[in-house]
């Protein structure tokens, strides 16, 4: 609620307020930007077009949900935009393999990230409503009622695919650890 009181305060020009507004929930609009576009590089560009849609809303915003959900339910309007405005217009690649060449640059020494790696795989391989609903409520730690309204379904939808989500997820791991010992009972 004290984000809802900021934006708010913010909503008539107060440029402290609205800079408090903004610190407030920024790490959470990028974190939902990033997951939804599947580009981190581009995260920083999404967000930024999500607060300056937010700013030139906030005079209209009147606090009926939380500023949170009001923000993220832009962050995911802007995510959509941002693919359909993709998709019109193509791009070419500067390599004939550039997901090779990217792969190949990212850092592999560091710890924990074979397990990034796996539990990005086994998020991308939900369906994308569950994989959605799952990030909301589970990652960014909505409520599922304010998850209801940023995703614009009812409550019990929203319950219904994050247990979906779970109970993929966990089917995942199991094989995943399955087909591990199998390996490891081969190799010996």
Request: proline share 4%; with cysteine.
């Given at each position: 609620?004290?984000?809802?009181?900021?934006?708010?305060?913010?909503?008539?020009?107060?440029?402290?307020?609205?800079?408090?507004?903004?610190?407030?929930?920024?790490?959470?609009?990028?974190?939902?930007?990033?997951?939804?576009?599947?580009?981190?590089?581009?995260?920083?560009?999404?967000?930024?077009?999500?607060?300056?849609?937010?700013?030139?809303?906030?005079?209209?915003?009147?606090?009926?949900?939380?500023?949170?959900?009001?923000?993220?339910?832009?962050?995911?309007?802007?995510?959509?935009?941002?693919?359909?405005?993709?998709?019109?217009?193509?791009?070419?690649?500067?390599?004939?393999?550039?997901?090779?060449?990217?792969?190949?640059?990212?850092?592999?020494?560091?710890?924990?990230?074979?397990?990034?790696?796996?539990?990005?795989?086994?998020?991308?391989?939900?369906?994308?409503?569950?994989?959605?609903?799952?990030?909301?409520?589970?990652?960014?730690?909505?409520?599922?009622?304010?998850?209801?309204?940023?995703?614009?379904?009812?409550?019990?939808?929203?319950?219904?695919?994050?247990?979906?989500?779970?109970s993929a997820l966990a089917d995942m791991i199991r094989a995943a650890?399955?087909?591990?010992?199998a390996d490891t009972a081969q190799a010996a």
């Amino acid at each position: 609620m004290a984000t809802t009181r900021l934006a708010l305060a913010a909503r008539g020009g107060d440029a402290g307020k609205t800079d408090l507004f903004i610190r407030a929930l920024q790490q959470d609009v990028w974190n939902y930007v990033a997951h939804l576009s599947a580009d981190p590089q581009a995260a920083d560009d999404l967000t930024q077009d999500v607060f300056l849609r937010a700013l030139a809303s906030l005079p209209r915003f009147e606090g009926r949900s939380s500023a949170r959900t009001w923000l993220l339910s832009i962050a995911r309007r802007t995510v959509a935009d941002s693919f359909r405005y993709a998709a019109a217009r193509p791009r070419r690649a500067d390599q004939p393999d550039w997901r090779g060449a990217a792969e190949q640059r990212q850092p592999r020494h560091l710890p924990g990230f074979e397990e990034g790696v796996a539990l990005t795989e086994m998020l991308t391989a939900l369906q994308a409503e569950r994989r959605e609903a799952f990030m909301v409520t589970q990652l960014l730690g909505f409520p599922y009622a304010e998850a209801a309204t940023v995703l614009g379904c009812p409550i019990g939808t929203v319950r219904s695919r994050v247990s979906r989500a779970r109970s993929a997820l966990a089917d995942m791991i199991r094989a995943a650890d399955a087909k591990g010992d199998a390996d490891t009972a081969q190799a010996a």
